[in-house]
């Protein structure tokens, strides 16, 4: 993994000389290599070991999902905020199965960078929601309950939201 700004200080290059090649009349290489450069500027918005993550969580294998993390050695320097954000979007989601304590901790964390889509932030709440009600924090539930339908514009979560709040009633 390199660091986010040598991702960037890569992608200066490949653009110089993309541009060189243009002036000095290779056109077809030029454009290829500013398009190349387009990679190194995508990766750092988008961190690859959060991508290869998100693809192994899909596919519901925990394990591989953490060994991508674990390949991130210093989260707070190599991660721009919403890849900090996502990195512990990821540990909570992968910690809710077995130690809510710790779970908990990162998804409160990854509320408070920023997530940058509403779903993920609904599915973070919902979680914490869930992880409330486990230690009978009722209002906190609610609370969270609320905040995760307004943030799930597209009903994704509706199920997920309904039986929780049934499951509320009983307590």
């Known amino acids: 993994m390199y660091n986010k700004n040598i991702k960037l200080f890569i992608a200066a290059l490949i653009i110089g000389s993309g541009i060189w090649?243009?002036?000095e009349g290779s056109i077809g290489n030029g454009i290829m290599l500013?398009?190349?450069?387009?990679?190194?500027?995508?990766?750092?918005?988008?961190?690859?070991f959060i991508l290869l993550?998100?693809?192994?969580?899909?596919?519901?294998?925990?394990?591989?999902?953490?060994?991508?993390?674990?390949?991130?050695?210093?989260?707070?320097?190599?991660?721009?905020t919403k890849q900090q954000g996502?990195?512990?979007?990821?540990?909570?989601?992968?910690?809710?199965q077995t130690n809510i304590s710790k779970a908990e901790?990162?998804?409160?964390?990854?509320?408070?960078?920023?997530l940058s889509m509403?779903?993920?932030l609904a599915v973070a709440k919902l979680n914490l929601a869930g992880i409330a009600m486990t230690k009978r924090r009722k209002r906190e539930?609610?609370?969270l309950l609320t905040e995760a339908k307004k943030l799930d514009k597209h009903n994704m979560l509706k199920d997920q939201i309904n039986m929780m709040k049934q499951q509320m009633k009983k307590i």
């Open 141 to 143: 539930a609610q609370i």
């Open 105 to 114: 901790k990162y998804l409160k964390k990854a509320i408070k960078l920023g």
């Open 34 to 48: 500013i398009l190349l450069s387009s990679i190194f500027i995508f990766l750092y918005f988008k961190n690859e």
């Open 86 to 96: 996502y990195y512990n979007y990821l540990l909570g989601i992968m910690l809710s």
């Open 21 to 23: 090649q243009i002036i």
């Open 53 to 80: 993550a998100f693809l192994k969580l899909r596919k519901q294998d925990f394990e591989g999902a953490k060994a991508w993390l674990d390949k991130i050695k210093n989260p707070e320097t190599a991660l721009t």
């Open 118 to 120: 509403d779903q993920d």
